[in-house]
């Protein structure tokens, strides 16, 4: 539960108004170098100089954070609830990877005990990164959706998933039907969106995993309940376009599936977008749907090389995440450094400024939710990090000689895991245990 006292954190603040334009913009974001966040119930009820904030609250305990970064809670946009067991699998591509592991791992959640024990560790996992917001596929059961938002209801996350709509092309043991996936998914929009912090998100795993008709029943699903956001994959792996090809080969391409049966909007969250062709980046860009950047997934699974710029280029919307399990890594600071390798494959040099803000407000922008995380703006929700650039010894060594806020982020990217997350807060409550 959120805490109902008022806590001042002091620190270095940083939060971000806007995408930076250059290495030198700014105007784009906000950085106090004695700052503060008065936090109540759950809210930063202030910002600013430490001075400031602390005359407005003399008698609130402060949590003296110097000399390390405050920044906003970091943003995962696409991971796999189930595959916690499944991470660092050793695999060939996609679709074997599917079969071989992932597959198996998820029809264990049937099992609500397994389910509630593998949620523990998955938000431990979670918190311990620094990740305060996650955007979750849950397995095709619904009781794997009732333990995912149980945990992040007793630890107060504001946290997005589903249950996972798969009726062909996967074992019998976790495949639905159109019905029961659209009753299933109703159901727990009922139960489960708006309630605490939880948002549904509609969840067709991907369109060799769903017949027409599932897929006509999650845009019935979308269209019944346009607060909902809707997540799946797209152009990952060749194979698995080859396949969607021959399962649907009236559509355009790959995005034309799902354009066809209304899936596509401001809200919509696609995993990969590596293999784009000018209609569908044409079309993305006219229905605002995101594609969300998974780096050290495609580098595991040898997918393809994500393209950044062509994307915003032609105005689609973009976000980053780990998707773990064929993501190898819980950390966003992971994730940004593999991400920038994969940019600098293709000589779009990525700056620290930019990385950072889109693991917090850009991630939160994809997902229309800047008006609560992904900020440290006054009344917001109080979920915050604090950063130590010097957090293991090559860090501090390194640490030693940098001049510039752009040159301690770039460290903290590129040396960074969870050490380097000195305390995560939820609501304004500390989430790591001291040592």
Not at 17 to 24: G, N, S
Not at 106 to 117: C, V
Request: hydrophobic share 35%; aromatic share 8%; with cysteine.
């Amino acid at each position: 539960m959120a805490d109902n006292t008022k806590t001042i954190l002091r620190g270095r603040l940083l939060s971000f108004h806007r995408a930076p334009d250059h290495l030198e913009d700014t105007q784009a974001y906000q950085y106090e170098t004695d700052g503060a966040l008065l936090i109540e119930k759950g809210r930063i009820l202030k910002r600013g100089r430490f001075s400031d904030v602390a005359a407005l609250a003399p008698d609130a305990p402060i949590q003296d954070h110097r000399p390390h970064l405050i920044l906003p809670g970091l943003i995962d946009t696409h991971i796999h609830f189930p595959q916690v067991q499944v991470i660092a699998s050793w695999a060939d591509q996609l679709l074997d990877w599917l079969n071989d592991y992932t597959f198996p791992a998820e029809q264990k959640f049937e099992d609500k005990a397994h389910g509630t024990r593998i949620a523990k560790g998955f938000y431990d996992a979670l918190t311990a990164h620094g990740t305060t917001t996650a955007v979750a596929y849950c397995s095709s059961h619904p009781n794997s959706v009732d333990a995912y938002f149980e945990e992040a209801a007793r630890r107060n996350m504001l946290m997005l998933g589903g249950k996972t709509m798969m009726d062909r092309n996967a074992p019998d043991a976790l495949c639905d039907t159109a019905q029961s996936s659209y009753d299933d998914s109703k159901a727990l929009i009922g139960k489960w969106h708006g309630t605490g912090r939880a948002y549904y998100v509609i969840t067709p795993r991907f369109a060799i995993t769903s017949t027409p008709a599932q897929l006509e029943a999650a845009g019935a699903l979308l269209r019944e309940h346009p607060q909902c956001h809707l997540q799946t994959h797209i152009n990952e792996n060749h194979n698995e376009i080859a396949f969607t090809k021959e399962l649907y080969p009236d559509a355009d391409d790959y995005l034309g599936v799902y354009e066809s049966f209304g899936l596509l909007g401001k809200k919509t969250l696609l995993g990969h977008c590596i293999h784009m062709n000018d209609r569908e980046l044409a079309v993305m860009k006219e229905t605002g749907s995101v594609a969300v950047f998974c780096p050290t997934s495609n580098l595991f699974l040898g997918s393809g090389l994500y393209d950044k710029a062509r994307l915003e280029t032609h105005g689609v919307r973009t976000a980053i995440a780990t998707d773990v399990g064929g993501g190898t890594s819980y950390s966003l600071l992971r994730t940004l450094d593999e991400g920038y390798k994969i940019l600098q494959l293709q000589r779009q040099r990525m700056h620290p400024l930019t990385s950072f803000y889109w693991a917090t407000r850009g991630n939160a922008e994809a997902l229309g939710l800047e008006d609560r995380i992904g900020t440290l703006e006054e009344g917001t929700d109080a979920d915050v990090i604090v950063l130590d650039a010097a957090a293991t010894p090559e860090m501090a060594l390194r640490m030693e000689t940098a001049q510039s806020l752009a040159e301690e982020l770039f460290l903290l990217q590129t040396l960074g895991d969870d050490r380097a997350i000195k305390q995560t807060y939820v609501s304004g409550v500390p989430q790591k245990r001291a040592g």
